[in-house]
């Protein structure tokens, strides 16, 4: 079955950076898009970046400017390089596949999530 795993969290301070990796294994016919969201103790779940099959990408506005969305179709992995990180980014962070498999419908599919934390 399908299957979302990330990599690349972990502990920076302010300004420093950091590159998030999703890749995607499994029974995947074609993508969607595939996206970054991001949950806070006590807030709510946001999308923060996401591409579609055309190249099309979507960032909150919180991130533009300092987040990038990549994608390697061959590799079924997608990318988020933080840059200028502020502590307001500490969050666990989510990949998201808007894909189709095995069924003739797209189904979403989520990681387990990676934490990141920014330090002041």
């Known amino acids: 079955q399908v299957q979302l795993v990330e990599s690349g969290g972990g502990l920076v301070q302010a300004g420093g950076s950091l590159r998030l990796s999703c890749a995607a294994s499994?029974?995947?016919?074609?993508?969607?898009?595939m996206g970054w969201y991001r949950q806070a103790p006590g807030k709510p779940r946001e999308l923060v970046a996401r591409?579609?099959?055309?190249?099309?990408?979507v960032y909150a506005d919180s991130v533009k400017g300092r987040f990038t969305i990549s994608r390697d179709n061959a590799k079924n992995t997608v990318y988020l390089q933080m840059n200028s990180l502020k502590p307001e980014d500490t969050a666990v962070y989510y990949c998201?596949?808007?894909?189709?498999?095995?069924?003739?419908?797209?189904?979403?599919?989520w990681g387990q999530g990676t934490q990141v934390t920014v330090s002041s």
């Open positions: 591409i579609t099959s055309g190249g099309g990408t």
């Open positions: 499994g029974n995947i016919l074609s993508f969607n898009g």
């Open positions: 998201n596949a808007d894909l189709y498999s095995d069924r003739i419908v797209p189904l979403d599919y």
